[in-house]
């Protein structure tokens, strides 16, 4: 059962407008919602008795100091797993994003393998919770496109599923509400609701790992396009016209896909093919040091992501475009060659510098950010 229910509209929409902004004074909300303080005082009031939030700082003032109020931390807790890496990932995190346990596990070479292990993971974070702790749902980060109602599968060329109802088969097995997104559109999640785009009303997350993935966020919330597949930018063509190769077979089915040529993936096999060795940590060294094939592999990736830096930066015109790469790629050569791309292919009103960032994520946001999703599912319906 969802626990806002009990709640009438106004304090519903408090809640969420704590959800999404974190920490907030009486005045803040009440100028947000277009209400008056008084009425905000008693709503606020009552969602302080019923320990669905609390007070727990001040803000100074000539006058009277404001108090600061956020969700209870007891109030729900969400689970969030991720099947981004073959070293999958889960989490258990209070309203405001604070992680309280975490786990690791090998996400299986198949279906019935990864389901089971994500059940059993479910299973042993929530009894590594202290008694009564208020599990509400389940949010499951797959690189994989959803359908719009967040429960099925509804194909993964990483994962090899096609058509299935996660949602259905994990939730059968732990009894709780389970909700599926896209990885990336999970990672974005994470960005709105604790991280460094909490307050910026648009913004794209670019991920880059074995795949490619995109997420468009507007005012909070992910744009998932008319049938949920918004964001599927690895399997465009965009590559062709940057390479000197031929365009190479792509495991959608498609040629000359940017997933082919700038995923980690696709560094590492055209690395091996020249004699380099298929590591990013040793592939970026051998640029550095000059080595003409590791110049060549990095800023043909670099630049073929660029493109679809630029293209995506004069279409949405975001406030930040976020770069999510390896560790081994952020600085050097293939960052360098990126950026620059970038600066060179945006019409002058776009080339903001700050508009750029790249970075590298822990692997627990993506879990996060699935916990993230669970919780938005809950308190307000919506991704």
């Given amino acids: 059962m969802n626990e806002t229910a009990f709640l009438d509209g106004i304090a519903r929409n408090i809640v969420a407008l704590l959800a999404r902004q974190g920490g907030m004074t009486r005045s803040d909300i009440a100028s947000a919602l277009n209400l ?22 001040y803000v100074p003032s000539s006058r009277r100091p404001s108090s600061l109020l956020r969700l209870h931390p007891k109030y729900a807790s969400f689970i969030g ?105 999970a990672l974005a999640v994470y960005e709105s609701m604790f991280g460094s785009m909490r307050h910026i009303p648009a913004f794209v997350v670019m991920a880059v790992g074995d795949g490619i993935g995109v997420a468009y966020t507007v005012n909070g919330s992910v744009h998932h396009g008319e049938y949920g597949g918004a964001g599927e930018l690895a399997h465009l063509p965009v590559a062709q016209s940057l390479s000197q190769e031929p365009p190479r077979p792509c ?38 040091e ?36 390896e560790d081994d790629l952020l600085h050097g050569v293939f960052a360098a060659a990126l950026r620059q791309f970038v600066e060179q292919n945006l019409m002058p009103s776009f080339n903001r510098p700050e508009r750029l960032q790249l970075t590298c994520y822990d692997t627990l946001v993506w879990a996060t950010g699935a916990a993230g999703l669970a919780s938005r599912k809950h308190l307000f319906g919506s991704c």
């Fill in 36 to 57: 008056s303080k008084g009425r905000v005082s008693v709503i606020t009031g009552q969602l302080l008795s019923q320990g669905v939030i609390e007070e727990y700082a």
């Fill in 290 to 325: 000059g080595d003409p094939e590791a110049l060549r592999i990095l800023h043909t990736a670099a630049n073929s992501l660029g493109y679809a830096a630029a293209s995506l930066i004069q279409i949405l015109d975001p406030r930040h475009i976020i770069i999510a790469i």
């Fill in 81 to 185: 797993v991720s099947l981004h890496n073959r070293e999958a990932s889960a989490v258990v995190i209070d309203p405001n994003g604070t992680v309280l346990a975490k786990t690791f596990f090998e996400r299986g070479d198949d279906y019935e393998t990864s389901i089971r292990r994500i059940s059993d993971a479910v299973t042993m974070l929530r009894n590594e919770c202290p008694p009564g702790t208020n599990f509400q749902a389940v949010g499951v980060a797959l690189p994989a496109y959803v359908s719009m109602d967040k429960q099925v599968c509804v194909t993964s060329s990483v994962l090899g599923w096609d058509n299935l109802d996660v949602s259905a088969a994990i939730s059968r097995e732990i009894g709780l509400p389970v909700f599926v997104e896209n990885d990336t559109n």
């Fill in 251 to 288: 495991r959608c089915g498609n040629r000359g896909c940017l997933e082919t040529v700038s995923s980690s993936q696709a560094i590492k096999t055209r690395a091996r093919e020249v004699g380099l060795p298929p590591n990013i940590q040793l592939i970026s060294a051998k640029a550095r």
